[in-house]
């Protein structure tokens, strides 16, 4: 009886044993499938971001461009309109940029190509003119709030709204 108690022993022993050893292979062969075959795996750089753009308008002048929100009709030469795109892929774009009168209707659109080079890693920053002095818009003094909408490549990006008074 004793024989048989140390024999069913020895058998969960080996048992044992054979489960560790099991475990033990598969652990690392694991392990070498996971560090081993990952590094000849080629890597892809990461898609780039949406296309976004942060819009400003400025009065231009002989001394430069002036910053602003508002700006009056009888003090300004033309209203500036300095587009940032960031996250732009390689190649060819088409910029649309609208001008609508407080009323709604439109006054004007410009619509400009770029490029943009393999590689370019920073912003392109794109100026639409709208001029003023001399126009229907100091002529008839069409003030209020304007919107400026912009669209990239047929797609409608957003609308920022800017101030001519007086």
Known sequence: MRSRKLGRRRMRGMRLNWTVFTVAILL???TILAFGCGQYQASAPPPPGAPAAAISFCDKTEAGCTAGGSF???ETRSLNVVIEWQNLSAGTHSQKVS?????GDEY???ETSFLVADGATGPVT???ELPVEGTWIAQR???GMWQVNFSLDGKAMGAQAVQLTQ
């Open 28 to 30: 690392f062969f694991g």
């Open 72 to 74: 009056a009709v009888s």
């Open 99 to 103: 001008f609508v009168l407080p009323s």
């Open 108 to 110: 004007q659109t410009y």
């Open 126 to 128: 794109m100026t639409e």
């Open 141 to 143: 003094r069409l003030t």
